[in-house]
């Protein structure tokens, strides 16, 4: 990750497939995420599913399938690039989670399109931008390595299925048109106020 002078910087998401298996379809499956090497291995940091946004760019790229079998590097942008290589992400909303003071959370639309995300001020380092620029590319070769090494691929090994995996529990009760769970989805890092690498 980087930063320049003026304050427009560009910075990384490392997100790794957490569940093991031979589906192809990202948004059913879980996944680790992290903007650097201790944040992908703390446990007190369960996998979530990937928002419609992130979805959106594995599409556009073509790597679903890279996606799938290892995971995929998100690149942030809040200086404008060229929409040939990048998608341009437009704020919708800005607000606190709950009524409790804390970072602020931005509702991220890409732009002509309903493929979201949410984005979170990091250390209130910098305000959230009103566009950011986003792209979605294959792990290089070192995250890669550092992916086997670390394992955390066997980690995903050893995941105990849940019931969910195998059947729909239908809510037949009082609020039955509410979905039975809301699914957690990974939240975006916003600008991080400072240059920060992966290792």
Request: glycine share 10%.
């Amino acid at each position: 990750m980087g930063t320049n002078t003026i304050g427009r910087q560009t910075w990384t998401l490392t997100v790794i497939r957490s569940t093991p298996g031979e589906g192809e379809v990202p948004e059913e499956e879980k996944f680790d995420w992290g903007r650097n090497t201790y944040e992908l291995l703390d446990d007190e940091r369960p996998p979530k599913f990937l928002p419609s946004g992130l979805v959106h760019l594995l599409v556009r790229y073509g790597i679903i399938s890279e996606a799938m079998e290892t995971g995929f590097v998100v690149e942030i942008s809040s200086r404008a690039r060229p929409l040939r290589e990048w998608v341009c992400f437009e704020r919708m909303a800005i607000g606190n989670r709950d009524s409790r003071p804390g970072p602020k959370v931005g509702h991220y639309a890409v732009s002509g399109g309903t493929e979201s995300f949410e984005m979170i001020e990091v250390f209130h380092a910098e305000e959230l931008p009103q566009k950011v620029w986003v792209r979605a590319i294959e792990l290089d070769l070192q995250r890669l390595g550092w992916l086997i090494d670390s394992g955390l691929m066997k980690r995903r090994e050893k995941v105990q299925a849940t019931l969910d995996e195998w059947c729909i529990i239908e809510n037949v009760g009082w609020g039955a048109n509410v979905q039975a769970h809301e699914r957690d989805r990974i939240i975006l890092p916003g600008p991080p106020g400072i240059e920060m690498g992966f290792f």
